[in-house]
């Protein structure tokens, strides 16, 4: 059985992550996927794998399964109110299908 | 003089300065040299850990009213140089506010790498000095950063003609002492103060000390000319800022050092850590906590300024420079 669902993709400041996850988790999300990024944009290039001695310019990618667009379009208006005017962020999604049969 | 300059070229020979140095040539030739991210932590850990060790077990047998003045001179600095650089910096032209705040707290918070290496210096260049000074880190650390924050909310806030944002001065103390330098420092200085640490720090962290300084310091070196970069994209008072504030910073701390070195008796190579510890710019644990306390300053400017300059003129300049000073005072 699959399903469709929606994958909300955020990359974004290392400082962040734990701002961002709390708020997925709080909107309502049943889960999420961090992974260390890299890469450039309008604020410079940001990498991961160097040693950047304190972390502050290196970003992560969390990416966010969920049932509705609504619960994703939620997730992403707090973003956008919050975090998009002083920091490297962006958001992007898409439909996927999830094979494994999950309550999203 | 010509014994001083001597003294002062000295010090460039020495281990610290030359891997520092030797990191930043590489980098800046387009070297593909990579220290792992893991081995960086490590070692950051392992230096402070000592240092906190060694201030630990200093503090066990010294009289507590001693830190007193010296602590709470570093608490002054660390919030003077904020203002410094709000209204020095901060008023020059072409220059955010907020930027130069962001940065007047980086710099008056400490690098523990900065920290690491002047002790060996001091040692080498035979300048006794309290092993406890090393603990004087948290004290010029947490204010310089919770002032650059309300200041720099205050200024936001008045800007906008908006209601005061209350700012969370106990969440940025709490954040700066869960900070993986800070504890491991503390952690260190609780060890040496309760527990009797000498075998293991005499067979592990003592040896291994000096030789885990100088792999950091190629590390330092090559994390500046990187930073470089960004620092080119900011505007160049930055940059000036970054050369003259470590030594200027470092006077100031010097001067206060020995005002309390003649009504305490605190020693003068007591009075160079101090100078170096205000000197110093934190590279480790202040970014992050800015960044996040201070969305709107650039972290390009705070952090090019301090990684990039700040950092290795602490280093290179005013380590040798105040021990050169301690050096003549001492009638050498």
């Known amino acids: 059985m699959s399903q469709q669902v929606w994958k909300l993709v955020i990359v974004a400041e290392e400082v962040l992550s734990k701002k961002l996850t709390k708020l997925i988790k709080e909107a309502g999300a049943t889960g999420y996927t961090v992974n260390a990024a890299g890469g450039e944009g ?41 975090y998009y005017a002083d920091y490297s962020i962006i958001t992007y999604i898409y439909q996927v299908e999830a094979l494994r049969d999950h309550k999203f | ?84 650089s709000r209204y020095t910096l901060g008023k020059l032209p072409g220059i955010k506010v907020p930027d130069a705040i962001a940065t007047g707290g980086l710099f008056g918070a400490v690098s523990g790498s900065t920290l690491a290496a002047v002790l060996p210096q001091l040692d080498a260049a035979k300048v006794p000095y309290e092993a406890w000074t090393a603990a004087l880190y948290p004290f010029m650390d947490i204010p310089a950063l919770v002032t650059a924050i309300v200041v720099a909310s205050l200024y936001l806030s008045k800007k906008t003609g908006g209601d005061i944002e209350k700012v969370e001065i106990w969440a940025i103390v709490k954040e700066s002492l869960q900070s993986s330098a800070v504890t491991a420092l503390l952690l260190g200085v609780g060890l040496g103060i309760l527990t009797k640490p000498e075998p293991v720090y005499e067979t592990f962290f003592n040896p291994l000390f000096r030789g885990f300084l100088s792999v ?3 590390i330092m070196g090559m994390e500046a000319a990187q930073r470089m970069n960004e620092l080119r994209k900011v505007a160049q008072w930055f940059a ?21 070195h003649k009504l305490t008796g605190f020693s003068i190579g007591g009075a160079v850590v101090l100078a170096v510890i205000a000197a110093s710019s934190s590279d480790i644990s202040g970014p992050p906590t800015l960044r996040a306390g201070i969305p709107t300053a650039n972290p390009s400017a705070y952090i090019g300024a301090s990684t990039a300059i700040g950092t290795p003129v602490a280093i290179a300049i005013c380590i040798p420079l105040f021990i050169g000073i301690a050096e003549l005072m001492l009638g050498r």
């Not at chain 1, 410079?44 to 972390?55: C, D, E, I, K, L």
């Not at chain 1, 290196?58 to 208006?77: M, P, W, Y």
């Not at chain 2, 200027?248 to 010097?254: E, I, P, S, Y």
């Open chain 1, 42 to 82: 309008s604020r410079n290039v940001r990498s991961t794998g160097q040693p950047s001695v304190s972390h502050t310019l290196s970003n992560v990618k969390i990416e966010v399964l969920t049932g509705t667009r609504d619960l994703a379009d939620i997730i992403t208006k707090e973003i956008e109110a919050k």
């Open chain 2, 240 to 260: 000036i800022y970054a050369f003259i504030a470590p030594i200027f910073h470092g006077f100031l701390a010097f001067g206060l050092g020995l005002v309390i």
């Open chain 2, 216 to 218: 950091l310091m190629i």
């Open chain 2, 1 to 84: 003089m010509s014994e001083f300059v001597s003294l002062f070229l000295s010090q460039f020979q020495s281990p610290t300065l030359g891997f520092l140095i030797g990191g930043i040539i590489v980098a800046s030739l387009g070297s593909q040299l990579a220290i792992p991210d893991s081995i960086y932590r490590f070692i950051s850990f392992f230096l402070l850990m000592k240092i906190g060790l060694t201030g630990g077990i200093a503090i066990r047998n010294s009289n507590f009213a001693e830190i007193l003045l010296p602590a709470i001179a570093a608490v002054a600095l660390g919030i003077v140089i904020v203002f410094l």
